[in-house]
């Protein structure tokens, strides 16, 4: 199971819990919080000077296995486990080009916090509490 999926089974599990207001005005609000991610992520590239990127990487570990004959006796076979990790490696970037990202998403920010405000008022004449 991936990492992402496990920060999911969490938010579904209250997503099943909440209102169909709330759920509404959630739905109405995600693209704003996307936004707000890769805001932030652009605005600590440009301030340490480079991007953080996660790799994967696979490692195969080999190791003895034991088996079962039919009458009973055991016995040893070489096996292999594949192992798959993530890790972060900085990242070179272009200051200029990082700048110029993080104006745009500014705007596209403002933009949808608009209409995310009209959408929860929507939401809100739609499910009155």
Known sequence: MTRSTLLLIPLLALAACSTPREQC???ANR???TLDRLIAVTR???QRGYAIAEVQD????RSSCEGTNEDGSTFR???EETETFTRREP????IAEER????QLETRHDQQA????ERIQQCVAIHPE
């Not at 990242?91 to 272009?94: K, Y």
């Not at 110029?100 to 104006?103: I, P, Q, R, S």
């Not at 608009?114 to 405000?117: F, V």
Request: glycine share 4%.
């Open 77 to 79: 076979f070489p096996c």
């Open 44 to 46: 600590g590239n440009i």
């Open 58 to 61: 696979v490692r195969v570990l």
């Open 25 to 27: 005005i959630s739905n």
């Open 31 to 33: 693209s704003v919080a």
């Open 100 to 103: 110029t990202k993080l104006a």
């Open 114 to 117: 608009r209409d995310a405000q």
């Open 91 to 94: 990242v070179s970037i272009n």
